[in-house]
T-cell receptor, first 115, second 116 residues
Framework: NAGVTQTPKFRILKIGQSMTLQCTQD?????MYWYRQDPGMGLKLIYY???????DKGEVPNGYNVSRSTTEDFPLRLELAAPSQTSVYFC??????????????FGNGTRLTVT | AQTVTQSQPEMSVQEAETVTLSCTYD???????LFWYKQPPSRQMILVIR??????QNATENRFSVNFQKAAKSFSLKISDSQLGDTAMYFC?????????????FGSGTKLNVKP
């Protein structure tokens, strides 16, 4: 059982380049999330999805896009990378019930640097 | 809006001693869930412990326990018999049940350094 798998682990982009962060989970979770973690800050929600074909913006969606074609996969697309997008990115998933059994399960994160 | 505050940016503790990390939150809801996550230098986010707001009894997981004070909106984490492997960032998280998805709010974290 792999849980949440996120790739790549590290990436350096030049300003204006684009890239896709991949995320897949094998726990059959309906809810999936993308967070960014900036130094000294908690996690900020970028986008989330409540199921295949359904996505919505979180707190900091500007400069990002997502898609959810299957239950398992939730890629995050960065278009026209900017230095402000330098951060650590986490993909996460959870059960769809609002309960004690719905903690977030995280991937191992991607450290992205935009120069 | 819900907020989660961790007022201790950094703490140190000697190996084998006990340390308490504080967390307060602001909400008008009566039913919610609280979590502590550990982030070691490997960057992985690991669930440490969880608490349901409507349960009076404090959650315990081995050396980790919480002091949940609902009226005071406080959710502190106590680590007993600290080990070197406990060195990590610790994040307190609040889960909102009002939205159409599980919305989490995170504190800014407490960096814990366990000294030999």
């Amino acid at each position: 059982n792999a849980g949440v798998t996120q790739t790549p682990k590290f990436r350096i982009l030049k300003i204006g380049q684009s890239m896709t962060l991949q995320c897949t989970q094998d726990m059959n979770h309906n809810y999936m999330y993308w967070y960014r973690q900036d130094p000294g800050m908690g996690l900020k929600l970028i986008y989330y999805s409540v199921g295949a074909g359904i996505t919505d913006k979180g707190e900091v969606p500007n400069g990002y896009n997502v898609s959810r074609s299957t239950t398992e996969d939730f890629p995050l697309r960065l278009e026209l990378a900017a230095p402000s997008q330098t951060s650590v990115y986490f993909c996460a998933s959870s059960y769809s019930s609002s309960s004690y059994n719905s903690p977030l399960h995280f991937g191992n994160g991607t450290r992205l640097t935009v120069t | 809006a819900q907020t989660v505050t961790q007022s201790q940016p950094e703490m140190s503790v000697q190996e084998a001693e006990t340390v308490t990390l504080s967390c307060t939150y602001d909400t008008s809801e009566s039913n919610y869930y609280l979590f502590w996550y550990k982030q070691p230098p490997s960057r992985q986010m690991i669930l440490v412990i969880r608490q349901e707001a409507y349960k009076q009894q404090n959650a315990t997981e081995n050396r980790f326990s919480v002091n949940f004070q609902k009226a005071a909106k406080s959710f502190s984490l106590k680590i007993s018999d600290s080990q070197l492997g406990d060195t990590a960032m610790y994040f307190c998280a609040f889960m909102n049940t009002l939205y159409n998805f599980n919305k989490f709010y995170f504190g800014s974290g407490t960096k814990l350094n366990v000294k030999p």
